[in-house]
């Protein structure tokens, strides 16, 4: 009986403390939603295994991921596309994975962001590594992680407390996040990075929306603005040699399996636009891009639809936009016969 009325104090005791922590972080302005990482991208990976020639594929870094909304794109299409882009990444990893590893030959859309497209191929560089460690899981995962991570989803849909992002947030709330949040003095010579706080709501199937916080709250989107520009004052110059070299390649094996890629250089705008203009000038590399690519194209700034959009935080567009962009995005190559119009078969 003595144990029985302990265990029922030790649930009644767990069950409040839940309570209390998830109610104290909804307080806090936090809401429920799903973690962007590298499971959710393994499903999403997985359907590419039994993608058709009608199928499209959505590659590229978080802007690719942020502009093209997978609903809007399904509406307009009749096919939902395949969200793999990954935030911070090179598009590179992942079209070699996809190009070598799979008999997909449908249709490719890169978001080309000339910092991170042109960045580099060194493995253990970041922009490289993150992307390469999604397609290694994807490959290596096993069944019982498969099982975690769909047990998982109805927890992160439902309670805040499961915010635990492998983009490590300085807004996360997890243990290890809050610990690491402290604060004990810094005696690096490095300068700091600014707070870097999320800004996007994940959802099934595998795509992300901007926070409206964002779009209205000035003083949080320039907290994101000053993210972009420490990492663009830190960023090494780019290489676009071996860069160049490695996406051709690519694409050559590509469309010898007759598949078709489409490059789109989503908007950016603000400081973060002068900044690329200064660095990556889109005649020394986009305009360079085309001509060796030979595939279509599409830069918002040669598209009078797109090419007054502004970012919030100047690198992204708020859900407004991007579903606006998607829309149009989707008209253009479903008018110029680029993608296939499932909606009328």
């Known amino acids: 009986m003595q144990l029985k009325q302990s265990l029922l104090i030790a649930v009644a005791i767990s069950i409040i403390s839940i309570i209390s922590w998830e109610l104290y972080w909804r307080s806090q302005g936090y809401h429920p939603t799903l973690n962007d990482e590298k499971a959710l991208w393994a499903i999403t990976r997985s359907k590419v295994e039994d993608a058709t020639k009608e199928d499209v594929i959505i590659l590229g870094s978080s802007r ?36 070598n590893n799979t008999s997909f030959n449908g249709t490719i859309i890169i978001g080309v962001t000339p910092g991170l497209f042109f960045s ?25 992680q498969r099982l975690n991570y769909r047990l998982s989803v109805p927890l992160q849909k439902n309670l805040v407390l499961m915010s635990a992002d492998e983009e490590e947030w300085s807004d996360d709330i997890d243990l290890k996040s809050l610990l690491k949040g402290i604060q004990m003095g810094h005696r690096s010579a490095d300068p700091i990075m600014p707070p870097f706080y999320n800004f996007g709501d994940v959802s099934l199937p595998r795509n992300i929306k901007m926070m409206e ?19 663009g004052k830190g960023a090494p110059p780019p290489d676009k040699k071996s860069t160049m070299a490695f996406f051709m390649k690519d694409l050559k094996r590509f469309k010898e399996k007759n598949g078709t890629v489409v490059l789109v250089r989503c908007p950016s705008s603000g400081g973060v636009r002068m900044g690329e203009n200064m660095g990556l000038p889109k005649a020394d590399f986009w305009d360079d891009l085309v001509s060796q690519a030979n595939v279509k194209t599409y830069h918002f700034e040669d598209l009078e639809q797109f090419k007054h959009l502004k970012c919030p935080e100047e690198s992204h567009l708020s859900a407004k936009d991007a579903q606006y962009f998607t829309r149009e995005l989707a008209k253009i190559m479903l008018n110029e016969g680029i993608v296939p119009n499932s909606k009328s078969n």
Do not use: C, M
Not at 65 to 73: A, L, M
Not at 120 to 136: E, G, H, I, L
Not at 213 to 231: E, G, L, M, P, Q
């Open 64 to 99: 690719a991921y942020f502009d093209i909304q997978v609903d809007e794109w399904e509406k307009l299409t009749g096919k939902q596309p395949l969200q793999l882009a990954s935030t911070g990444s090179s598009p590179l990893p992942t079209f070699h994975d996809i190009v």
């Open 120 to 144: 580099t191929t060194y493995p253990q560089a970041f922009p490289w590594q993150r992307p390469q460690s999604k397609v290694d899981f994807y490959e290596n995962r096993t069944y019982a």
């Open 213 to 231: 916080r964002t779009v209205t709250d000035t003083a949080f989107a320039n907290s994101i603005i000053k993210v972009w520009h420490f990492f």
